[in-house]
């Protein structure tokens, strides 16, 4: 790997779901003060920067994603000054730090959403956002049919008549990116974050700016063009985030949530005068298939190196079922983004654990960059029993209580200890935590799992350093080798190979001159079913 390359084209960007990483000040909700505290720890995990969700004002009516103000952090997580405390210190250790912008929506209590409340129907104040008249003879129905993501009309009717558009919660409504001072806005935010040091953004929605203006219908069946995703003109908007972020010095980058239908629809968002990188969600939402997977990796290389932007893995993040879960079923189910993940059959938890730990050799062997969504790199499960009267995901009240929402994976940290908090609250906290956790963590903690040699924590350890020292690693390409069904193999240069065994039988291992790691014990040169290693030749 060159060593002029940008650092955006190979890092691995660890996911701080900022309520459930660490609680400094003991009042059960993760902040600022206890992401410092452990910036050690990361440091030594060996990941190469930090995503933070969203830790702006917020009413919190859909876990931060709903911004008041962008300019100030929310009190909960701590202040301005910590954030720029943070910021220094993370890039003391060699962390970078990625904050999520939400452009496609503010909170309901944003200046600005108050003001065009505040105001009449047709007034300027109104047209930063998407207000319209109702349907029918007295305007009691919806502008159209558009459906809110987390359930329900896409519309709210105020009570002067005017509909407002949310493409979330009632109480995310959306901004209406035709409209200059919306696009002046988010400039100024960037350039107030960029001129803090943050070395970059993850962009939320970044494929919902732009609305058909005619705001058509969404016609039954297949269509050609979706009327609010997707949209060509969005990528106006980033050809000038791009030269934005250019302004700076130190490579800034901007990754994309972007949901598409094709990867070709997702390469158009990181060609040269775009973004930089964007999610493939592919990966995460393949099955444990090794055809599935191989054709999403060949997909995802192919496209993205027609348009020269390298490659993203995930396999978790705060929006979907914990992959240790996903994966600890028989049978793994396709996940589809238009449903919530139903998992199939029983959990066998060591399953789970076998493949996740198989998976994780396998993402971090991919060229490009790729994400560890924090707790995974403990074996995390999904809590999948939370009581119903702590949910606190709007999806589950908005899909009248059918659909129990992402609580799932949001469970506060384990740290340290036996028992609740486990270290991610101080001894002397005032509140327990946002979300309780299990009473069987007491083994998962990071302190339990550090120096055991067949922990989670340590095959993360390991492989992550290693990644960041093999020359092999990192940004540019793979070369499969022939394989038996169910058994994925890939070299790169040089001199380093992965087997991952999806297979139910033992597989040899190809020639190596010895294991770099595996995911589990190597016997007479056999890889077991459900495990993978990295090999130097
Ligand atoms: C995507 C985020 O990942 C999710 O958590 C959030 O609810 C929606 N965007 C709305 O902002």
Same mark, same amino acid.
């Given at each position: 790997?060159?060593?002029?390359?940008?650092?955006?084209?190979?890092?691995?960007?660890?996911?701080?779901?900022?309520?459930?990483?660490?609680?400094?000040?003991?009042?059960?909700?993760?902040?600022?003060?206890?992401?410092?505290?452990?910036?050690?720890?990361?440091?030594?995990?060996?990941?190469?920067?930090?995503?933070?969700?969203?830790?702006?004002?917020?009413?919190?009516?859909? $876990?931060?994603?709903?911004?008041?103000?962008?300019?100030? =952090?929310?009190?909960?997580?701590? !202040?301005?000054?910590?954030?720029?405390?943070?910021?220094?210190?993370?890039?003391?250790?060699?962390?970078?730090?990625?904050?999520? =912008?939400?452009?496609?929506?503010?909170?309901?209590?944003?200046?600005?959403?108050?003001?065009?409340?505040?105001?009449? #129907?047709?007034?300027?104040?109104?047209?930063?956002?998407?207000?319209?008249?109702?349907?029918?003879?007295?305007? &009691?129905?919806?502008?159209?049919?558009?459906?809110?993501?987390?359930?329900?009309?896409?519309?709210?009717?105020?009570?002067?008549?005017?509909?407002?558009?949310?493409?979330?919660?009632?109480?995310?409504?959306?901004?209406?990116?035709?409209?200059?001072?919306?696009?002046?806005?988010?400039?100024?935010?960037?350039?107030?974050?960029?001129?803090?040091?943050?070395?970059?953004?993850?962009?939320?929605?970044?494929?919902?700016?732009?609305?058909?203006?005619?705001?058509?219908?969404?016609?039954?069946?297949?269509?050609?063009?979706?009327?609010?995703?997707?949209?060509?003109?969005?990528?106006? =908007?980033?050809? !000038?985030?791009?030269?934005?972020?250019?302004?700076?010095?130190?490579?800034?980058?901007?990754?994309?949530?972007?949901? &598409?239908?094709?990867?070709?629809?997702?390469?158009?968002?990181?060609?040269?005068?775009?973004?930089? &990188?964007?999610?493939?969600?592919?990966?995460?939402?393949?099955?444990?298939?090794?055809?599935?997977?191989?054709?999403?990796?060949?997909?995802?290389?192919?496209?993205?190196?027609?348009?020269?932007?390298?490659?993203?893995?995930?396999?978790?993040?705060?929006?979907?079922?914990?992959?240790?879960?996903?994966?600890?079923?028989?049978?793994?189910?396709?996940?589809?983004? !238009?449903? #919530?993940?139903?998992?199939?059959?029983?959990?066998?938890?060591?399953?789970? @654990?076998?493949?996740?730990?198989?998976?994780?050799?396998?993402?971090?062997?991919?060229?490009?960059?790729?994400?560890?969504?924090?707790?995974?790199?403990? $074996?995390?499960?999904?809590?999948?029993?939370?009581?119903?009267?702590?949910?606190?995901?709007?999806?589950?009240?908005?899909?009248?209580?059918?659909?129990?929402?992402?609580?799932?994976?949001?469970?506060?940290?384990?740290?340290? $200890?036996?028992?609740?908090?486990?270290?991610?609250?101080?001894?002397?906290?005032?509140?327990?935590?946002?979300?309780?956790?299990?009473?069987?963590?007491?083994?998962?903690?990071?302190?339990?799992? &550090?120096?055991?040699?067949?922990?989670?924590?340590?095959?993360?350890?390991?492989?992550?350093?290693?990644?960041?020292?093999?020359?092999?690693?990192?940004?540019?390409?793979? !070369?499969?080798?022939?394989?038996?069904?169910?058994?994925?193999?890939?070299?790169? @240069?040089?001199?380093?190979?992965?087997?991952?065994?999806?297979?139910?039988?033992?597989?040899?291992?190809?020639?190596? @001159?010895?294991?770099?790691?595996?995911?589990?014990?190597?016997?007479?040169?056999?890889?077991?079913?459900?495990?993978?290693?990295?090999?130097?030749?």
């Amino acid at each position: 790997m060159s060593t002029t390359a940008p650092w955006w084209r190979s890092a691995v960007i660890y996911q701080v779901y900022i309520r459930s990483f660490a609680d400094g000040n003991g009042d059960g909700v993760g902040d600022i003060a206890g992401l410092r505290s452990r910036l050690p720890y990361l440091k030594s995990l060996g990941v190469d920067a930090l995503w933070i969700n969203p830790w702006y004002k917020s009413p919190m009516a859909d $876990g931060g994603y709903d911004v008041a103000d962008f300019r100030e =952090i929310d009190p909960l997580f701590g !202040t301005v000054a910590e954030a720029e405390q943070l910021i220094e210190e993370a890039h003391g250790h060699g962390l970078r730090v990625i904050p999520d =912008i939400v452009p496609n929506h503010t909170s309901d209590q944003h200046a600005w959403f108050r003001a065009a409340l505040a105001a009449r #129907p047709g007034s300027p104040e109104r047209e930063r956002y998407v207000f319209r008249p109702g349907r029918g003879p007295d305007g &009691t129905q919806p502008p159209n049919n558009w459906v809110s993501v987390f359930g329900g009309p896409a519309w709210t009717r105020l009570p002067d008549g005017d509909w407002y558009l949310h493409l979330f919660a009632p109480e995310q409504p959306d901004l209406n990116w035709q409209h200059p001072e919306v696009r002046e806005e988010f400039e100024s935010i960037l350039r107030f974050w960029f001129s803090r040091g943050v070395d970059g953004f993850r962009i939320d929605v970044a494929h919902g700016l732009i609305k058909d203006p005619a705001l058509p219908d969404l016609p039954p069946g297949p269509h050609a063009r979706h009327p609010h995703w997707d949209r060509d003109e969005v990528h106006d =908007i980033f050809r !000038t985030w791009r030269r934005l972020a250019a302004e700076f010095d130190g490579d800034r980058a901007f990754v994309a949530e972007a949901w &598409t239908d094709t990867p070709e629809r997702l390469a158009a968002y990181v060609r040269e005068d775009g973004l930089h &990188t964007a999610f493939n969600f592919d990966f995460l939402m393949a099955s444990w298939d090794s055809k599935d997977l191989r054709t999403v990796i060949d997909d995802s290389l192919t496209l993205l190196s027609t348009v020269d932007a390298p490659a993203t893995w995930v396999l978790s993040n705060h929006d979907v079922m914990r992959h240790a879960s996903r994966y600890g079923r028989k049978k793994v189910t396709r996940w589809s983004p !238009t449903e #919530p993940y139903r998992p199939e059959g029983v959990l066998d938890p060591a399953l789970g @654990t076998r493949r996740a730990r198989a998976a994780a050799l396998l993402m971090l062997a991919l060229p490009g960059g790729a994400y560890v969504y924090q707790g995974e790199e403990l $074996g995390l499960p999904e809590v999948e029993d939370l009581p119903e009267s702590v949910l606190q995901d709007p999806i589950w009240e908005r899909s009248g209580h059918t659909d129990r929402g992402r609580d799932g994976c949001r469970v506060p940290l384990p740290w340290s $200890g036996r028992s609740a908090p486990y270290g991610f609250s101080p001894d002397n906290a005032s509140a327990a935590p946002w979300l309780p956790q299990p009473a069987d963590w007491s083994e998962r903690t990071a302190q339990a799992q &550090t120096g055991d040699k067949a922990s989670m924590l340590e095959l993360y350890r390991t492989a992550l350093n290693l990644r960041r020292d093999h020359p092999a690693l990192g940004d540019s390409t793979l !070369t499969w080798l022939d394989s038996p069904e169910g058994v994925l193999v890939f070299s790169r @240069t040089p001199g380093f190979t992965c087997v991952v065994n999806l297979s139910g039988e033992p597989y040899p291992l190809p020639e190596h @001159t010895s294991v770099l790691v595996s995911s589990g014990p190597v016997q007479d040169g056999l890889l077991a079913p459900d495990h993978a290693a990295w090999l130097a030749r």
